[in-house]
């Protein structure tokens, strides 16, 4: 495989304007540096406390860049110009840290909306939701725990069990994927119990029902093999999403504080070499495992597009697809999807202060990774310069 495709910018960058493309390269200047993300997380949690009106501001800044819209329609444009490029969206409803009933409830709403709305779209063939927007954590962790629930908490998560009922049944029927995102350790086994479920009663003649695996843990490769001799057995198809995972400084940090070997993988080589062997793996069974590369790394990306050459897999199977964040990588996506692959990119959406945990989450990741913002700054520049603009 020619290791330069991604590095073609005027497809990347197709379908930003002058403006916005000078817009990204200076929110990347800006984020790649530490302290002013620190300085600007706190002034922004102190501005939204007091109430001053700094959605405008967010919405000039960082909102617009990594966020489709307030809701579904404002998400719509977005929608229309990737699919333009044969870029799908899989619209993510990214309000956080809202954990009552009522929340969880019109959490399901908005996905049974979107299941219904991607049902005539072809630009979304896939929808997505979070375990916690679903049930409460501390409800996920006691049973993951394999404690005892009270008579309240027993009725409490039946009405979780019921709302991931209720959205993989309508995927199934609307015949829309559905992937389930993946969270900490500590309540993710639950989650994941709740996910094989929804497999076995709605992967009968296909994969719909996706669950996540993160493979910046070790016991991951294990787990899926587990899960494949299950499905095997007992007849039905598998979906994963394969990602490396967004918690490892939480997880090393409890891991530490309550004395316990940390999940994480021990260094980011064995974490690459996790992920890699997970795609290889699914890769090698795909007549029954279905994949979702969410990654924004691109040796990765490679890997699986030699692999399936290799295979004989189709570059628009729909049995594999890749994704990456809006906001980020299009150098990947847009350039996937010019080659023919199948490519969909997580859009979020919702009220500006809702999603704010999102969007700090978004810049800390990119001062972090230091190498991913340098590669957006780079690539900009070199479009910038492409266009005979003024870098
Ligand atoms: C479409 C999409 C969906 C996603 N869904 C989820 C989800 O459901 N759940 C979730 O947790 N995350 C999710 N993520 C985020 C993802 O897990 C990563 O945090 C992010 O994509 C960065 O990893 P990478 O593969 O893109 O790239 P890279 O930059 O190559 O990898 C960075 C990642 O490597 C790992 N890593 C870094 N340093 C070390 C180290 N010292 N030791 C061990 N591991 C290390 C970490 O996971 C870090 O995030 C999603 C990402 C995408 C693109």
Request: aromatic letters at 12%; glycine letters at 6%; proline letters at 3%.
């Given at each position: ?43 922004t949690?102190f501005a939204i406390k007091a109430k001053l009106p700094v959605d405008g501001l967010i919405r000039a ?291 500006v202060k ?38």
């Amino acid at each position: 495989m020619s290791k330069r495709i991604f590095d073609n910018t005027e497809v990347a960058f197709a379908l930003k304007s002058n403006s916005e493309l000078n817009r990204a390269y200076y929110l990347f200047k800006m984020i790649a540096y530490e302290p002013l993300v620190k300085l600007g997380k706190w002034l922004t949690h102190f501005a939204i406390k007091a109430k001053l009106p700094v959605d405008g501001l967010i919405r000039a800044t960082v909102f617009d860049h990594f966020c489709g819209g307030v809701n579904e329609k404002d998400c719509l444009p977005v929608i229309d110009a990737m699919y333009s490029k044969g870029v799908c969206s899989v619209l993510d409803y990214s309000v956080e840290g809202k954990a009552n009933e009522a929340h969880f409830d019109d959490a399901m709403q908005k996905i049974v909306e979107i299941i219904k709305f991607s049902a005539n779209k072809q630009a979304m063939p896939i929808v997505v939701f979070k375990p916690t927007g679903f049930g409460r954590f501390y409800l996920y962790q006691k049973k993951g725990e394999g404690k005892a629930f009270t008579k309240d908490e027993e009725a409490e998560w039946n009405r979780v069990v019921e709302r991931y009922d209720t959205v993989c049944r309508l995927s199934k029927e609307k015949d829309v994927e559905i992937l389930i995102d993946a969270e900490e350790t500590w309540m993710q086994d639950a989650a994941d119990n709740l996910v094989t479920l929804m497999m076995k009663r709605y992967n009968t003649e296909k994969p719909i029902v996706y669950n996540t695996l993160q493979m910046y843990r070790h016991d991951r490769m294990a787990f899926l093999k587990n899960e494949h001799e299950m499905a095997k057995k007992e007849g039905y198809f598998l979906g994963y999403k394969i990602v490396r995972g967004a918690y490892m400084e939480k997880e090393n940090e409890r891991a530490l504080e309550l004395g316990y070997h940390s999940p994480i993988c021990d260094s980011k080589l064995a974490t690459d070499v996790n992920f890699n062997t997970s795609a290889k793996y699914i890769l090698d069974y795909i007549d029954l495992i279905s994949v979702f590369v969410g990654t924004h790394n691109e040796e990765s990306c490679y890997l699986v597009m030699d692999l399936m050459a290799e295979k004989g897999i189709s570059k628009d199977d729909n049995r594999v697809w890749f994704g990456q964040l809006y906001g980020m990588s299009d150098h990947i996506s847009f350039n996937l999807s010019e080659l023919g692959y199948n490519v969909a990119k997580y859009v979020p959406f919702g009220p500006v202060k809702d999603v704010l945990p999102y969007l700090i989450r978004r810049a800390e990741e990119n001062t972090s990774v230091s190498g991913q913002t340098g590669r957006e700054l780079t690539l900009l520049s070199i479009e910038k310069k492409r266009r005979k603009m003024l870098v």
